[in-house]
């Protein structure tokens, strides 16, 4: 008997995903596998793939369509990795878990570091972040559009199509796929906010679901992915903006770090505060790292 519905987008990756948070779900209240269902809806995301986000609808492609399934009660829940959810979320839906955290890392594909890339080499990357950070630390590499899942991104690697791409660690671990790449300290590469979180939604008004899930909700990941949106939020950082955080937990401090670039990496800020949970950090370190920030990085941001 069905007692759950689970909305995920239908990638190798986000089948994964939803089959960890359904483990879970079952794991936490002694139900059979076949309890949970797990619905695939496809997004308009999946759908484009030639074109970069920022410029088709941003993040919302990846889920609107869950959204509208989840509002229209025909899922019980939707699977999300968080960094790929918009900031601004629909009053009517919250975030009710986080699984723990994988590696938050970015791993380097086709060479074994950025400093034995060629000059002038291409590397393929759809993120702004990604982009504004390889150009930073290499202003010499051609930086291309590169879209598609895990297996079709190594596919136009291994056909010659760019030199190098980079791919969270997170997603190509829970692939199976940790052999591939090297990772990216995030002393060298911050990463993308929330990257290596799996996120949960639910109806607001749906206690029932929202106490089910809230059972497999990992605090710390909750916590320091939180923070990281709020300075998102802050910011009103969205899919074009090149924004990097990374937020910690240890014992009761929480330390958040960030970083904004100009799009070209010409300049940069950097940026840490620390507190407590429940403190509005994002906001603290938004108001630190714009007033430091060159007029190239602090046009980018709406705040």
Excluded: Y
Excluded at 8 to 37: F, K, Y
Excluded at 186 to 207: C, H, N, S, W, Y
């Amino acid at each position: 008997m069905i007692r759950f519905r689970l909305g995920t987008r239908g990638s190798p990756l986000a089948l994964t995903q939803a089959g960890m948070v359904r483990a879970g779900l079952c794991a936490a209240h002694d139900w059979p596998e076949d309890a949970v269902e797990l619905v695939v809806i496809r997004t308009t995301g999946d759908r484009v793939q030639d074109r970069a986000l920022a410029e088709i609808g941003g993040k919302a492609l990846w889920t609107k369509e869950l959204d509208r399934a989840l509002l229209d009660g025909a899922i019980d829940a939707a699977v999300h990795s968080m960094k790929d959810v918009e900031t601004i979320r629909p009053e009517a839906i919250r975030i009710a878990a986080t699984l723990p955290r994988a590696d938050v890392r970015d791993r380097l594909i086709g060479v074994e570091s950025l400093d034995v890339l060629r000059r002038g080499a291409v590397v393929g990357t759809s993120s702004p972040r990604r982009r504004a950070q390889l150009l930073r630390l290499r202003p010499d590499l051609s930086i291309v559009l590169f879209r598609g899942n895990v297996e079709t991104r190594l596919a136009k690697l291994a056909a010659g199509e760019v030199d190098a791409t980079l791919l969270a660690a997170a997603g190509l671990d829970r692939l199976g796929r940790s052999d591939v790449g090297h990772a990216i300290g995030t002393d060298v590469m911050l990463p993308a906010p929330a990257q290596g979180a799996v996120g949960i939604e639910v109806r607001r008004a749906d206690a029932a679901a929202e106490a089910l899930v809230a059972a497999i909700d990992d605090p710390a990941t909750h916590a320091c992915v939180a923070a990281e949106r709020s300075l998102l939020a802050s910011l009103s950082a969205d899919c074009h903006s090149p924004v990097a955080a990374l937020a910690s937990l240890a014992g009761e401090t929480l330390s958040l770090r960030g970083q904004l670039l100009s799009e070209d990496g010409e300049e940069d800020v950097v940026g840490q505060v620390e507190g407590v949970p429940g403190e509005d950090l994002g906001g603290a370190l938004a108001a630190d790292l714009l007033a430091r920030a060159p007029e190239a990085v602090r046009r980018l941001f709406a705040a």
